[in-house]
């Protein structure tokens, strides 16, 4: 099973997600700047952003618009507090 396999996400507050990785890999997410684009410009609405529910079906986090974040993006989020491919940094705890 890859490492960047979700287990189980939780709203925290604010913009931030709990997140439990396939590796063990417990981390605190601030997903703020990742809301940009179309898809994403109604979780700016930080009321909608508490929708947020964990998939295991999907295997990641989606909101009701079907707004959803890849894990393994969430993964280098998780890991390392920025991701290298985007080049965005954000939040780890």
Not at 12 to 36: N, R, S, T
Request: with cysteine; proline share 5%.
């Amino acid at each position: 099973m890859p490492e960047w396999v979700i287990r189980d996400a939780r709203y925290v507050e604010g913009y931030k997600v709990e997140f439990w990785f396939a590796d063990g890999l417990h981390a605190v997410v601030d997903l703020e700047p990742e809301l940009y684009g179309r898809m994403f410009e109604p979780l700016k609405d930080i009321e909608y952003f508490k929708q947020v529910k964990f998939s295991d079906d999907l295997g990641t986090i989606f909101w009701p618009n079907e707004a959803d974040i890849a894990p393994e993006h969430l993964y280098e989020l998780a890991k390392h507090g920025y991701c290298a491919e985007c080049g965005t940094s954000h939040f780890l705890k």
